[in-house]
Antibody
Framework: QVQLRESGPGLVKPSQTLSLTCSVS??????????WSWIRQPAGKGLEWIGRIYGGGSTDYNPSLKSRVTISVDTSKNQFSLRLTSVTAADTAVYYC?????????????WGQGTTVTVTS | EIVLTQSPGTLSLSPGERAALSCRASETVTSSYLAWYQQKPGQAPRLLMF???TRATGIPDRFSGSGSGTDFTLTISRLEPEDFAVYYCQQYVRSPGTFGQGTQVEIK
């Protein structure tokens, strides 16, 4: 059974770079049947799709964040990562990594438990 | 981007009652790419339905989805205590994938 787990600093200073890693266990990231996504959720608010990586390195980003976001993958470690530059308090949120599955028409079928990132000086 | 509007914002019902949650899109969404998620406090969202009307693995049959075009509905036929949560619809027919703002189903 595939499991995802986010890791990274819980506190980031304004203007700095947020970096998170999602570790995938119980399955290989190399399968073409899956895309790998990041989603975030500010406290008490709704979900925002950040972007995804697929096909060995192709990416797709939310235009609202595109200038600041990079998603990368390390299939040898079965991990993918999120970098968000020039953060502000508006980037404070719970960050989730998740899998999009072809068998589910690319719905988000497996999610990590989420990690809270607070942007504060 | 495609905007999804969910209604009502909050639904106050008793266990055993039927819940109908609406998701309206700002433009046509291919039903294959419309999903519903359930989120409980402190937990990650859980996939309930994909392709608008197909239940994900392990989802009980009291959950059903319907709709096409711009109007979609998630129905819970008889609310169980564990069903009180927030529900989100999501479209992923076109990037960026977008979510509705959520409907909270609370105990009356």
């Amino acid at each position: 059974q595939v499991q995802l787990r986010e890791s990274g600093p819980g506190l980031v200073k304004p203007s700095q770079t947020l970096s998170l890693t999602c570790s995938v266990s119980g399955g290989s990231m190399r399968s073409a049947s899956y895309y790998w996504s990041w989603i975030r959720q500010p406290a008490g608010k709704g979900l925002e799709w950040i972007g995804r990586i697929y096909g060995g390195g192709s990416t797709d980003y939310n235009p609202s964040l595109k200038s600041r976001v990079t998603i990368s993958v390390d299939t040898s470690k079965n991990q993918f990562s999120l970098r968000l530059t020039s953060v502000t308090a508006a980037d404070t949120a719970v960050y989730y990594c998740a899998r999009e599955a072809r068998d589910y028409y690319y719905a988000l079928d497996v999610w990590g438990q989420g990690t809270t990132v607070t942007v504060t000086s | 981007e495609i905007v999804l509007t969910q209604s009502p914002g909050t639904l106050s019902l008793s266990p055993g009652e039927r819940a109908a949650l609406s998701c309206r899109a700002s433009e046509t969404v291919t039903s294959s790419y419309l999903a519903w998620y359930q989120q409980k406090p402190g937990q990650a969202p859980r996939l309930l339905m994909f392709a608008a009307s197909t239940r994900a693995t392990g989802i009980p049959d009291r959950f059903s989805g319907s709709g096409s075009g711009t109007d979609f509905t998630l129905t819970i036929s008889r609310l169980e205590p564990e069903d009180f949560a927030v529900y989100y619809c999501q479209q992923y027919v076109r990037s960026p994938g977008t979510f509705g703002q959520g409907t909270q189903v609370e105990i009356k």
